[in-house]
């Protein structure tokens, strides 16, 4: 795909924040969900999930620990209130306070030399610390460097509703939104809940599974499906020249009744073109022409991922 992603700023409003405050926060989290919240050191950043018992993921989260009692953990809208209930039901006499926070808490993508517009460094390593505090801001808020799309340095700015916005010419969110498909970082949405386990979106290649940390829901179905072999899909960026969704089956040409995979996550490119993530089949890959949708569907062109996934921990 030859479109270039532009430099500029986005307002995220398809995401949200999850607000976990509270003595207990980290380690309440750290028991809930794919990460090791209880050693993520403050002005951390971590991806992570929320699975099922089967290890399916119900929700994922860009987590952000900017101190010991407070975690904030960026989703997608649409699943932000099932999540924080189902979250809540757990909570029992940990002292933890979860909330939404979405309306306090304003975020922001930023692109290419923006980043430098506002002072972040974009060599910085994806999803490790929060770059820097946003100036005149609270602790609690800051700048995530995230996975580059296309070679093109991406970070997440989060801050007060009412903070200035950062420098930088505007991005439409369709834009943005392209930008994370071709990152190949997936964000959980309803149409994909509970379909696949973190591994089937490399999440563990991306640094959103811990492996040494203690039980959480589904961690032995995860466990088992990195350590005994038994893993027989992957996430996988893919071109079309038609439009795509996420949720649509996807199938070989030479197999109209057995799919192969699903999209995951789809967005239209400035060149007219669509982008997607797709979970599939790994033997899929040499099957022929895929298609999204139906065997005779649009055409998916597989392209290499931009990040290599681990042979092992």
Not at 31 to 39: K, N, P, R, V, W
Request: overall charge negative.
């Amino acid at each position: 795909m030859t479109s270039a992603l532009p430099n500029g700023v986005t307002a995220l409003s398809h995401l949200g924040v999850i607000r976990a405050e509270g003595a207990d926060a980290a380690n309440f989290l750290h028991g809930q969900l794919t990460q090791d919240f209880a050693l993520l050191k403050p002005g951390e950043a971590r991806l992570a999930a929320l699975c099922t018992a089967k290890g399916r993921m119900i929700a994922s989260f860009i987590g952000v620990r900017p101190r010991p009692d407070l975690v904030l953990l960026v989703c997608s809208r649409d699943i932000l209130a099932a999540t924080l209930k189902r979250l809540s039901m757990y909570v029992l006499r940990a002292k933890v306070k979860l909330t939404d926070a979405s309306e306090s808490i304003a975020l922001f993508g930023l692109t290419g030399t923006a980043l430098a517009a506002n002072e972040i460094d974009a060599a910085a390593a994806p999803g490790l610390r929060i770059a820097r505090p946003v100036p005149g801001s609270e602790e609690e808020v800051g700048i995530v460097p995230l996975y580059p799309a296309d070679g093109v340095p991406r970070a997440l700015w989060m801050g007060p509703a009412d903070a200035t916005r950062p420098v930088g010419g505007d991005v439409d969110l369709a834009i943005w939104q392209w930008s994370e498909v071709r990152s190949g970082v997936a964000t959980l949405t309803t149409p994909v809940l509970d379909a696949f386990v973190p591994q089937m979106l490399n999440y563990e290649s991306i640094g959103g599974v811990n492996f040494k940390k203690g039980c959480y829901p589904g961690q032995e179905v995860v466990a088992r499906s990195q350590f005994r072999g038994t893993l027989k899909r992957r996430a996988y960026v893919a071109t079309a020249d038609a439009p795509v969704e996420a949720g649509q089956e996807v199938f070989a040409a030479g197999d109209a009744e057995q799919p192969v995979g699903t999209v995951v996550q789809a967005a239209s490119a400035p060149d007219g073109r669509w982008a997607a993530l797709v979970s599939m089949q790994i033997a899929a890959l040499d099957a022929g022409p895929l298609h999204a949708g139906s065997a005779t569907g649009p055409t998916l062109q597989v392209e290499p991922l931009p990040y290599p996934l681990l042979a092992d921990i």
